[in-house]
């Protein structure tokens, strides 16, 4: 299982890679946000936060990609441990997120990766991080689209879709 989750997360890396051995941290982002429910004005939204906050990338690294991801598949277990700094009324900072994430996963994030998490759901830029867009995020990131929604199907869809379009045209 753990051979062919890796060779998803290739699959998924080598797309924005193109043959480098980095992605961008705004690809990073792209991949984070790939499967998510947000409004596309949110969605730009947290690009451009991102391009704001880091005016030279150095690339994130695939085993860097590869152990944010497998930090996501214990995000039930840190989402509790976040959720007791939370009812503490401590900060949530970087130092405090790598420690949580270290002690679910058992495994260390890069703190490249940490920062860059943190430009990215970092609100407002005081160094904390915005705990319920995160974990509701990664939830969507984690069921990568399969989540049942309201969507409709069918022609009611096509529909759907051309009023949306129609009304981002004017």
């Not at 509701?136 to 399969?146: P, T």
């Given at each position: 299982m753990e051979n062919l989750q890796t060779e998803v997360l290739e699959i998924e890396f080598n797309?924005?890679?193109?043959?480098?051995?980095?992605?961008?941290?705004?690809?990073f982002a792209k991949?984070?946000?790939r499967y998510t429910y947000l409004q596309s004005d949110q969605y730009e939204m947290y690009l451009e936060r991102l391009l704001d906050r880091i005016p030279e990338g150095r690339g994130i690294t695939f085993?860097?990609?590869k152990s944010f991801c497998q930090f996501l598949n214990t995000l039930d277990d840190f989402a509790i441990a976040m959720r007791m700094y939370t009812l503490a009324d401590q900060p949530i900072s970087q130092e405090e997120f790598h420690r949580a994430v270290k002690i679910c996963t058992g495994t260390e994030l890069s703190p490249?990766?940490?920062d860059t998490v943190f430009k990215i759901f970092d609100d407002d830029g005081d160094g904390q991080l915005s705990y319920k867009e995160f974990i509701?995020?990664?939830?969507?990131?984690?069921?990568?689209?399969?989540k049942h929604t309201s969507r409709s199907e069918g022609w009611d869809a096509f529909k759907q879709c051309?009023?949306?379009e129609m009304k981002a045209v004017v």
């Open positions: 797309e924005f890679s193109k043959g480098l051995p980095a992605i961008t941290e705004l690809d991949i984070l946000l085993t860097e990609f490249h990766i940490v509701a995020i990664m939830r969507d990131r984690l069921h990568r689209g399969f051309v009023k949306s």
